[in-house]
């Protein structure tokens, strides 16, 4: 990038923006309303918290602001699921019947959810 030195110190040392401060200060309230309701709550409904706050804001721009936090609202944590242990080691051929089992999962969509 052409940057003057000046112009890159004298942007880094400028205030930030009032959006920027405002979207802070909607940024903790986020947090808040999603630590209230035990962490998964989505984008649309925290939409609807900030507006009976008396807060104008979008729902994009609430969607937005989680995204920039490194957090994702609805999102779960937790520990990933175990994978059960390899005993065949991709030897699918076997001396005697009835000795081992292979399955495969598919995995299909419907309007329900998954099967």
């Not at 609805?74 to 175990?82: C, H, K, L, S, Y």
């Not at 051929?93 to 099967?115: M, Q």
Request: charged share 25%; proline share 6%.
């Amino acid at each position: 990038m052409q940057v003057h030195a000046s112009g890159y110190y004298a942007w880094k040392v400028a205030p930030q923006s009032p959006r920027a401060l405002d979207d802070l200060r909607l940024l903790g309230l986020l947090k808040q309303a999603c630590l209230e309701r035990g962490g998964v709550y989505g984008h649309r409904k925290l939409t609807l918290d900030m507006r009976d706050l008396g807060e104008r804001c979008g729902k994009h721009r609430v969607a937005r602001l989680p995204k920039g936090d490194g957090r994702r609202p609805g999102m779960r944590g937790g520990n990933p699921a175990a994978v059960a242990p390899n005993y065949l080691q991709r030897q699918f051929t076997v001396a005697e019947p009835n000795r081992s089992s292979v399955t495969d999962i598919t995995y299909i969509r419907t309007h329900e959810g998954w099967l």
